[in-house]
């Protein structure tokens, strides 16, 4: 049983499946009074716990990547705010949440600027070879086999012959791709970007589709939310107009690249390489990728710095401090 | 132009070779068995040679060239290059600067990167299977963290440039304070190691900067510090380099760059945090081109009695 003084700290629901916890838990306690169904004893299916504290949740702490039904929501009938430790919030009901007006927020301001040093590494990685370069290091080709082969230029322009470089065309310009762009622009990179709608804010160009912004762009990166209309938005067609030389990079969820037409051509040579945190089945990758030199895998691992998790700590009970004072929300999920 | 000379220190780009062989008598040197027979026989009509970061005009080949006029380097560094021989015989030098410098700057922000999210040794994890096996340990942000730059020339300052988009707090070592620049000048390498999470070697080689990094330096960097070298490899004691990352006195290390190229210490080749490669600082194909076409430029201005497009001396 709670002590009385523990009585008197707001009520946060946490939702969590059970081999996800989060490691600043008790500091959390130390403000709210924490209700996790899996800590209850003697043990109580989620349904009832849920159930019999019904009345009283105004806030859920949803721990990546618990699912939130329509039918979950339906059972916290005082439900406000949804706060999620994850940047992509596909695995909540955003249709009911709109309908009921329950606020959501994700942990994409914590987690940009790792996601982001993730998305340029990678990019860096494919096109000057780093990790194919590191494999021949270390097998001791180099001083075998002679000078490696040459990787390509990241630059839009060169002083010296007018060759046009890379541009770099972003897929979904939120927290995490405004923080590649302000990157990328460093390196003299060309940015254009495609959204649901043209940011006005934004000084890049904008592309209706994904189609449209491939076709002006060497390197795809992806990085929107995944939702119904957003799954394989990086389709054959996407990245066959992206042409020969482009370089994919994934760093948002699996499911918005058609993968197996990915794979294909990779492993065709129609398409320069690719660079991916994030796969369809994780964690199963395919296996025709692990011979290719000219991609880079790594296992969503975007946001798996100390650095970030200190910062979600932050703002998760930042944004459960707001809620009880009624002050304005961080990260709050646009709805459409 | 056909009739002149060119002595090609060792092989470098296969387009530059071409295109010499299309305007000069171009001599590929390592090709040569019998190097002596060979200069002298050649002495009187070679009056160019085309050297790199591997090979270029020491005091003994210059003295057997006696018509050498010019020396173009396909590379900014000029190490390989007896600078003070050339200028007493009035011989003319060029490099490449400039058209590196953006691969250079990429290419360390790349190491950076690399090193703190252990790119490589993700994507070792996920080839081999692994993941499937269990979850992936924490890496290192690199937003943020304070990186040292020593040298703040053309790739110093690019390297600070593209640090600077990711929060990066920056500081410098240099021979002197540059009065114009806003980064924190350290006077000394061990006091910008101490003050740096991550340190990276973007100076010339010289007489004073050979071992810059040395074993104070690297304690005074510590345990948690990553060291990037994409200059050249002398700037590093070596063996302290490798006994500091094996023994855990180093946090990591991002080396483009070694001692004894091509040989790499293979105590390295078991650590996850360290990232090698092949000296692939200027790497890109489309940067070679222009590289190229630089020392292509320069003999040619040269030998039309032009001014030459990036002279040294």
């Known amino acids: 049983m709670a002590t009385a003084q523990e009585e008197e700290l707001p009520l946060v629901l946490v939702h969590r499946i059970p081999n996800f916890d989060f490691p600043f838990k008790h500091r959390l306690q130390a403000q709210f009074r924490l209700l996790d169904p899996l800590d209850s004893v003697p043990p109580e299916s989620t349904h009832s716990f849920i159930s019999r504290h019904a009345a009283s949740v105004r806030v859920l702490l949803c721990v990546d990547p618990t699912p939130i039904s329509r039918d979950l929501l339906s059972l916290l009938p005082s439900l406000q705010l949804i706060v999620c430790s994850s940047a992509g919030v596909d695995h909540v009901d955003l249709i009911e949440c709109r309908r009921r007006s329950i606020a959501v927020t994700n942990a994409g301001k914590a987690f940009s600027p790792d996601v982001a040093d993730l998305a340029v590494g990678l990019l860096i990685d494919v096109l000057r070879r780093v990790s194919a370069g590191d494999r021949y290091v270390r097998a001791g080709l180099w001083a075998r086999n002679g000078e490696y082969p040459l990787g390509f230029k990241i630059l839009l322009k060169h002083q010296f012959s007018n060759a046009f470089g890379k541009r770099v065309g972003i897929v979904g310009l939120g927290s995490i791709g405004g923080e590649i762009a302000k990157r990328l622009e460093s390196f003299g990179c060309a940015i254009g970007y495609n959204s649901r709608r043209k940011k006005p804010s934004v ?35 996407v990245m066959v107009a992206l042409g020969k030389g482009g370089v994919i990079i994934n760093v948002g969820r699996g499911a918005l690249i058609d993968e197996k037409e990915l794979v294909q051509l990779l492993v065709q040579g129609e398409l320069g390489g690719a660079g991916l945190d994030v796969f369809e089945n994780e964690p199963d990758v395919p296996e025709e990728l692990f011979s290719l030199n000219n991609v880079v895998l790594s296992p969503h691992c975007a946001v798996a710095t100390p650095e970030c998790f200190d910062a979600l700590e932050e703002l998760i009970t930042a944004n459960l401090k707001a809620f009880f004072s009624s002050k304005p929300l961080q990260s709050v999920v646009e709805f459409d | 132009m056909e009739s002149i000379g060119v002595l090609m220190a060792c092989p470098m780009n296969t387009y530059l070779e071409q295109e010499l062989e299309k305007r000069f008598n171009l001599h590929k040197f390592w090709t040569v068995p019998e190097k002596s027979a060979f200069l002298t026989t050649h002495k009187n009509s070679i009056r160019a040679v085309v050297g790199n970061a591997f090979a270029g005009a020491d005091a003994e080949l210059i003295e057997a060239l006696p018509k050498l006029e010019i020396v173009a380097s396909f590379s900014v560094g000029l190490d390989k290059i007896d600078l003070a021989k050339c200028k007493e015989k009035g011989i003319r030098v060029t490099n490449t600067p400039d058209v590196l410098t953006d691969d250079v700057a990429d290419l360390a922000i790349g190491l950076m990167l690399a090193v703190l999210r252990r790119l490589c040794e993700s994507d070792r994890y996920v080839r081999s299977g692994k993941w499937k096996k269990g979850d992936y340990k924490l890496t290192t942000k690199f937003s943020g963290k304070r990186v040292g730059i ?164």
């Open chain 1, 203 to 237: 000084p890049f160009p904008w592309y209706k589709t994904a189609y449209d912004l491939a076709i002006n762009s060497d390197i795809l990166i992806v990085c929107c939310a995944l939702t119904e209309e957003t799954r394989h938005i990086v389709n054959k067609d």
């Open chain 2, 150 to 313: 020593i040298g703040l020339g053309r790739i110093g300052l690019a390297i600070a440039k593209r640090a600077e988009a990711f929060s990066c707090p920056i500081n410098y070592f240099a021979r002197t304070e540059k009065p114009e620049i806003k980064y924190k000048y350290y006077p000394s390498v061990v006091e910008l190691a101490a003050n740096s999470d991550i340190l990276v070697v973007a100076c010339a080689l010289t007489e004073e900067t050979r071992h810059i990094i040395n074993r104070e330096v690297i304690d005074a960097l510590g345990p948690k510090g990553v060291l990037i070298n994409i200059g050249r490899g002398p700037h590093v004691d070596e063996p302290e380099l490798v006994s500091a990352l094996v023994e855990g006195r180093l946090g990591g290390a991002g080396l483009d760059v070694f001692e004894h190229e091509p040989e790499v210490p293979e105590e390295l080749f078991g650590l996850e945090n360290v990232v090698l490669l092949p000296h692939v600082g200027s790497g890109t194909i489309e940067t070679r081109q222009a590289m190229a076409d630089l020392v292509i430029g320069n003999l040619e201005a040269h030998f039309l009695n032009k001014p030459l497009l990036t002279p040294v001396v």
